[in-house]
């Protein structure tokens, strides 16, 4: 068989497991645009705190006394120790376990004791204004939080306008949260996760149990970085354990994604990417105004989404697992009818690694991975 025409090739297998690869990819596209990093929901009051890592860099979200979500770097100032490891509510302060340097849920710097000696704890000259928590820029869309690390990304309405105008006709000020689906650690890169879930190809095969949408209905989704495909189910399905219904599968680049299921259905996923190989995941399963869902209905909802995201668990980790292989050097091939998606998020990706110069040794390390 001759080479295919105009063959279109993935990401080479280095953008998957190679520890330098990650490195870049930490510094460029996982800090320069906005990333999803949580729920609002999840914060109820004053001081409830989540510490996240993402990007190798310890963050931390919380909530203040007006009830403000903020982000922080989360080192204390004095000598960079990681402030807060667990999820909790810090109660009014948030308080260095090392020294006791202690903020307030602002992130302002308000005691600092003995510093500058026995019962000496301002040294002259020092200034609590400049010592604070560093912040870092943040963005509530509806029930998502979203941080961009190095501060020089685009407005948020500007970044996110091709994904919010596909949200136009949603009152997404109405929409519920009504389950959590925590699947805690998956052993694959979080690009294969996005990548499965933004193209249709996959579908009838690997949730031939699980889903009734015919192949022949999909179709790619790109817009930017809005990327993703959509199904327009020509014939209802009456099995309510399976999902049957017209769908759209979207994603906002780099990793949030949010599915909408008709007529009453949103699911947001949270991939936090830890390292080359690990991600992980959890889904927020929401319904929309107008809608009420009952609990009987509610757990076959969380079963068929439990089963169809443990087959995408299996394969995104077979995927993985694949990447040791001197095959997957050139990165296989993409369909260029049912993987345009694919193809357009793994061209941001290089995009911004090429851009990227100051964490490169010479630019020859980055044009490997065109």
Same mark, same amino acid.
């Given at each position: 068989m001759g080479k295919i025409k105009n063959s279109i090739h993935g990401l080479p297998a280095k953008a998957y497991t190679d520890q330098e690869f990650w490195n870049i990819e930490s510094n460029t596209v996982l800090s320069d645009g906005w990333t999803f990093v949580?729920?609002? *929901?999840?914060?109820?009051?004053?001081?409830?705190?989540?510490?996240?890592?993402i990007a190798d860099k310890p963050i931390l979200l919380i909530k203040n006394k007006k009830d403000e979500i903020t982000a922080f770097h989360n080192v204390c100032s004095h000598r960079c120790l990681k402030l807060v490891d667990e999820k909790k509510n810090v109660g009014k302060i948030i308080q260095c376990p090392y020294h006791s340097w202690t903020y307030d849920l602002d992130g302002k710097l308000r005691a600092t004791p003995h510093f500058s000696g026995t019962n000496q704890h301002i040294p002259k000259g020092f200034n609590y204004l400049d010592h604070g928590l560093k912040p870092?820029?943040?963005?509530?869309?509806h029930d998502w939080i979203f941080i961009n690390i190095n501060g020089k990304a685009d407005k948020f309405e500007k970044y996110a306008k091709p994904i919010i105008q596909k949200f136009k006709d949603f009152n997404l000020e109405k929409i519920k949260h009504v389950a959590t689906l925590d699947f805690g650690i998956i052993n694959s890169n979080w690009k294969f996760l996005i990548e499965n879930f933004i193209e249709p190809y996959h579908v009838q095969f690997v949730h031939r149990t699980t889903t009734k949408q015919p192949l022949k209905d999909h179709y790619t989704i790109?817009?930017?970085?809005?990327?993703?495909?959509?199904?327009?189910?020509k014939e209802e399905n009456k099995d309510?354990?399976?999902?049957?219904?017209?769908?759209?599968?979207?994603?906002?680049?780099?990793?949030?994604?949010?599915?909408?299921?008709?007529?009453?259905?949103?699911?947001?996923?949270?991939?936090i990417p830890i390292a080359p190989g690990l991600t992980s995941q959890k889904r927020i399963i929401y319904i929309t105004e107008g *809608?009420?869902?009952?609990?009987?209905?509610?757990?076959?909802?969380?079963?068929?989404?439990?089963?169809?995201?443990?087959?995408?668990?299996?394969?995104?980790?077979r995927l993985q697992k694949g990447r040791a292989s001197p095959v997957s050097e050139k990165g296989g091939l993409l369909s260029p009818y049912w993987e345009k998606s694919v193809s357009q998020f793994q061209k941001l990706i290089t995009t911004l690694m090429i851009k990227s110069k100051k964490n490169m040794k010479g630019n020859r390390n980055v044009k490997r991975y065109k």
């Open positions: 949580g729920f609002v *929901h999840e914060f109820l009051k004053a001081g409830d705190a989540i510490p996240i890592t870092i820029r943040i963005f509530i869309w790109v817009d930017g970085k809005c990327l993703g495909s959509g199904v327009d189910v309510k354990s399976t999902l049957s219904v017209s769908s759209r599968y979207l994603s906002l680049f780099p990793n949030f994604i949010i599915g909408s299921y008709f007529p009453n259905q949103i699911g947001v996923y949270l991939n *809608h009420n869902i009952t609990d009987e209905e509610i757990n076959v909802q969380k079963k068929i989404w439990w089963s169809v995201h443990k087959e995408d668990h299996e394969i995104c980790e």
